[in-house]
């Protein structure tokens, strides 16, 4: 006879070596499923949320480390043409040194942005019980950023209905907590974090227009600046999305997947 | 604690085998694919001539010729080829109305520009005013520049938007901004 647990097992493990050998990007709901089912059934619903967390962390990183390195050619060619326009007299120059530290400082922040892409694949890499590191993330739609705010105590009715009724009272009340923290979440990342960095992304992409138009007439501009500001707004956008896709798991964990 | 549920041996191996199919399975040819190798389906082959590209693209019944200006190691260049070149839409646009040719700002191999004479390509990408990258210049089938784009457009959808300016001709009544703000409207 061969036990549950082990077909569980051997079900991770088929998923995890066909993770590590696909080449094609993987998606979240592969990652999610894969996650589900090195869980096992009781394990299953956090076992999803934390594949979410980690596969948004390991995208998030991604773009960060995009965004870093752009920011590391524009502080190093501002950096170099002060050096070479300073001549003899740079290493002494203070705003030569200035520009010299924000370089640094950049190459400080892709090397750790680099730690935290390995650390968060590690990390998923866990969750779906592979025994390799995932490669190259597929970008999930959005998350919706709206729906209806449905009463809480539907969906603490929702929650009950789910649990299993030898449940201690101890648990039901940590869970509860749990489900309020979510729905706040959802609500606080729709109403104020989305649209912020929606607003965000929006602007930096205005400031890429100004420059780019100052560039063509031949006056002074940043065009590589602004162009790294929106690779910034990008990854700060797909955080926040992250940060949503997450509160809806949590929830759905918790209370069932039929509420928006 | 509760019993662990048991399934027979056959039944175990008749599920196993099912998950390897599945895990081993193709995908199924549903969607068709979103990207593509930009090397592959945006840029062309430049054999260092512009004249004869030019003179290719009139055959062929394309709108011009497009220079796209780039330099090693360039973050926004990875970018472009990552979130613009890559996507289907812009290269199947592109293709159909340009010819579209990469030029390296720092490249040292010798070319024959639009009117024939051999110049370095670092040389002629400083004639044509490219200080940044990428660049995007439009030339029409005389070889004259009708339109340029320094620098990363916002998404696909802009530089698809780009080359409809040209395509179409909309540049000869003024800007790229000013067509997109009628657009908009």
Redesign the interface.
């Known amino acids: 006879m061969i036990s549950f647990r082990l077909v569980i097992l051997l079900v991770a493990m088929a998923q995890g070596a066909a993770l590590a050998a696909d080449p094609q990007p993987l998606s979240l709901a592969r990652a999610v499923a894969a996650a589900g089912a090195a869980a096992g059934p009781a394990r299953a619903p956090a076992a999803r949320v934390e594949a979410t967390r980690h596969f948004y962390d390991a995208l998030v990183a991604d773009r960060e480390y995009a965004a870093a390195n752009e920011q590391v050619a524009v502080t190093y060619v501002a950096f170099d043409r002060a050096r070479a326009k300073a001549g003899a007299a740079a290493a002494t120059d203070i705003a030569v040194k200035d520009l010299e530290v924000h370089y640094a400082r950049a190459l400080e922040r892709r090397q750790g942005v680099l730690a935290r892409q390995r650390l968060s694949r590690h990390a998923l890499a866990g969750t779906m019980g592979a025994a390799a590191m995932p490669g190259e993330l597929e970008e999930p739609p959005a998350p919706p950023a709206s729906g209806t705010i449905r009463d809480f105590d539907d969906l603490v009715k929702a929650m009950a209905g789910r649990a299993a009724p030898e449940r201690a009272a101890a648990d039901v009340a940590r869970d509860r907590a749990e489900l309020l923290r979510a729905t706040l979440d959802i609500e606080r990342l729709r109403r104020a974090v989305i649209p912020r960095a929606e607003r965000e992304a929006e602007l930096a992409d205005m400031k890429l227009e100004k420059a780019r138009d100052d560039h063509e007439r031949g006056l002074p501009s940043a065009l590589g600046a602004a162009m790294a500001g929106t690779a910034e707004a990008g990854w700060r956008r797909l955080q926040a999305q992250g940060e949503l896709a997450v509160a809806l798991a949590r929830r759905e964990a918790l209370a069932g997947p039929t509420h928006p | 604690m509760s019993p ?6 056959q039944s ?1 191996a008749g ?2 085998l099912a ?2 199919l599945a ?2 399975a193709p ?1 199924p040819a549903c969607a068709a694919p979103s990207t593509r190798d930009p090397n592959a389906h945006f840029f062309q082959g430049f054999l260092g001539d512009l004249r004869a590209e030019l003179e290719g693209a009139r055959k062929e019944g394309r709108k011009g010729v497009v220079l796209v200006y780039e330099m090693e190691e ?3 260049c ?2 472009f080829h990552r979130s613009v070149a890559s996507q289907v839409s812009v290269q199947d646009y592109y293709r159909r109305h340009f010819v579209v040719l990469r030029m390296d700002i720092r490249g040292d191999a010798t070319i024959a520009g639009f009117d024939g004479k051999e110049v370095r390509e670092s040389e002629f990408a400083a004639r044509s005013r490219v ?2 990258t990428p660049t995007t210049v439009f030339h029409a089938l005389d070889g004259r520049e009708v339109a ?5 457009p ?1 998404d696909a959808a802009e530089f698809v938007a780009l080359g409809r300016f040209v395509a179409e001709g909309h540049y000869q009544a003024g800007s790229f ?1 000013e067509y997109k703000r009628k657009a908009a409207r």
């Open positions: 662990i549920p048991t399934l027979g041996a175990a599920l196993l998950i390897f895990a081993w995908a360039c973050p926004f990875e970018r200080r940044a340029r784009f320094s620098g990363l916002k901004a």
